[in-house]
Structure formats: structure tokens, C-alpha cells
């Protein structure tokens, strides 16, 4: 039976810039001693010959984050789009989204939009929740998520 979510992981190619935006832009302090990882039981797993990567792992509540810069075999990049099948998005529950809006956009982080309603529809299950998505490392899509108050 499963009990919960270990982790999610996503493949990238400067595991070193990821943490650093992790770290230096969110304020993420969680965070694991990057490590390596090689070897017939990562060949196994992945069903990759010749498997070499770096992992680093940030605890973000009770979930963590593992990325994974694989040093061989070379992957493919996703292009990001949030219709690309497989690509994926990280969503993080904040107390006052314009307040984070605010701050990031002061440090430069890409924004795909300013903070919305989801839906004005009052019988919608998303109904009072706003959200903002924008660009992290790699393109990879972040959203912020602020709950009916």
C-alpha cells in the first residue's frame, strides 16, 4: 500500500545554478550536500548503461526536491512549454502572493503573468485561490499558490 510521496525529481543540466535559485532567490535553506551517484545499481534503476549523476535534494516542508544533473549519459532538453508532455511544474503554497510577487520580481525573476484568480465561478473547487507562474532554473515552470484567505 502506498503511504505518500517520497519525492519528485526533475532532470537538469546545472544542478549547481538550480540550488542556487533554490537557495539565494526562494530563501530555501533545506537543503541536502549535493552528492554523486554511479554504478550497476543507478544503471539498474534507470535502465541507463554507464549512469553518472549529481543529486541535490531540498526539503520544502514535508516534501522534497531532487534534482539530478546526469554527467552520462546525455539527456534531451525539454523546451518547457507547460503543454509538453512529461514537463513538469513545481507549486508552492504561499501566505501573501503579491507580497512574494513583489520581492521576486525585485530580484529579477521572469513571471509569466502578475497574481490571478483562478476562476470567478463560486461553485468551481478552485474558486478564491489566486496563482503565479514563473520561470526558474531551466525553464522550469514554478507556481506559486495563495489559498481563499
Same mark, same amino acid.
Given at each position: 500500500?502506498?503511504?505518500?510521496?517520497?519525492?519528485?525529481?526533475?532532470?537538469?543540466?546545472?544542478?549547481?545554478?538550480?540550488? %542556487?535559485?533554490?537557495?539565494?532567490?526562494?530563501?530555501? +535553506?533545506?537543503?541536502?550536500?549535493?552528492?554523486?551517484?554511479?554504478?550497476?545499481?543507478?544503471?539498474?534503476? +534507470?535502465?541507463?548503461?554507464? %549512469? $553518472?549523476?549529481?543529486?541535490?535534494?531540498?526539503?520544502?516542508?514535508?516534501?522534497?526536491?531532487?534534482? =539530478?544533473?546526469?554527467?552520462?549519459? !546525455?539527456?534531451?532538453?525539454? #523546451?518547457?512549454? !507547460?503543454?509538453?508532455?512529461?514537463?513538469?511544474?513545481?507549486?508552492?503554497?504561499?501566505?501573501?502572493?503579491?507580497? =512574494?510577487? #513583489? +520581492?521576486?520580481?525585485?530580484?529579477?525573476?521572469?513571471? #509569466?503573468? %502578475?497574481?490571478?484568480?483562478?476562476? @470567478?465561478?463560486?461553485? $468551481?473547487?478552485?474558486?478564491?485561490?489566486?496563482?503565479?507562474?514563473?520561470?526558474? !532554473?531551466?525553464?522550469? @515552470?514554478?507556481?506559486?499558490?495563495?489559498?481563499? #484567505?
Amino acid at each position: 500500500m502506498i503511504q505518500k510521496v517520497n519525492h519528485f525529481s526533475i532532470a537538469v543540466k546545472d544542478l549547481n545554478q538550480v540550488v %542556487a535559485f533554490f537557495r539565494d532567490i526562494l530563501g530555501l +535553506t533545506s537543503i541536502w550536500p549535493i552528492y554523486e551517484y554511479e554504478g550497476q545499481e543507478l544503471d539498474e534503476s +534507470t535502465g541507463l548503461s554507464g %549512469a $553518472h549523476c549529481r543529486i541535490a535534494k531540498i526539503e520544502v516542508g514535508s516534501a522534497i526536491l531532487e534534482f =539530478m544533473q546526469y554527467l552520462s549519459p !546525455p539527456g534531451r532538453e525539454l #523546451k518547457g512549454n !507547460p503543454n509538453d508532455a512529461g514537463c513538469p511544474h513545481i507549486a508552492f503554497d504561499v501566505d501573501n502572493i503579491d507580497e =512574494m510577487y #513583489k +520581492t521576486l520580481k525585485q530580484r529579477g525573476v521572469r513571471f #509569466k503573468s %502578475a497574481p490571478l484568480a483562478l476562476t @470567478t465561478d463560486r461553485h $468551481h473547487p478552485m474558486y478564491g485561490w489566486r496563482e503565479v507562474d514563473l520561470w526558474g !532554473p531551466e525553464n522550469i @515552470t514554478l507556481q506559486f499558490m495563495q489559498a481563499p #484567505k
